[in-house]
């Protein structure tokens, strides 16, 4: 049963972990392989809610940390989108950069990632990243 504070994560985290989820390749499996419900991805995907709750509230230091456990249990390109965005809130834009790259390189064909890698070039000065790297 969900209490209000487990309602309230759900609202916070809606939209990343929507995200996540279609961009994480999640959506995508064949039609008689379970979802990943392994240990790590688990973990991984707690250490994601963790950090888009972090963003939520302006902690985007604390929210890098996060997705960096994050990565550490499955390297994912939402993730790397994640903390690209946040580096860039930071004024961090050569790790926004080297971030954002991971992503799309990760996705090259999820428009998406691809789209949000080429908008954080233009807004921090450097040329697009495209799907070539």
């Keep these: 049963m969900l209490d209000g504070s487990d309602a309230a994560v759900?609202?916070?985290?809606?939209?990343?972990?929507?995200?996540f989820a279609e961009h994480s390749g999640t959506r995508q499996f064949p039609r008689r392989a379970p979802p990943d419900r392994t240990p790590r991805r688990e973990l991984a995907?707690?250490?994601?809610?963790?950090?888009?709750?972090?963003?939520q509230t302006g902690?985007?230091?604390?929210?890098?940390?996060q997705y960096q456990e994050a990565l550490q249990n499955k390297q994912d390109p939402?993730?790397?989108?994640?903390?690209?965005?946040?580096?860039?809130i930071l004024n961090n834009h050569q790790r926004?950069?080297?971030?954002?790259?991971?992503a799309v390189r990760l996705a090259p064909q999820n428009e998406p990632i691809t789209n949000a890698g080429r908008n954080l070039h233009e807004r921090v000065g450097?040329?697009?990243c495209n799907q070539g790297g």
Excluded: N, T
């Design 10 to 19: 759900g609202v916070a985290a809606g939209w990343r972990l929507q995200f």
């Design 45 to 55: 995907l707690a250490h994601f809610i963790e950090g888009a709750l972090l963003d």
């Design 59 to 65: 902690k985007y230091a604390e929210a890098v940390l």
């Design 78 to 88: 939402a993730i790397y989108h994640a903390i690209a965005k946040d580096y860039a």
């Design 96 to 102: 926004a950069i080297l971030m954002g790259k991971e």
């Design 126 to 128: 450097a040329r697009p």
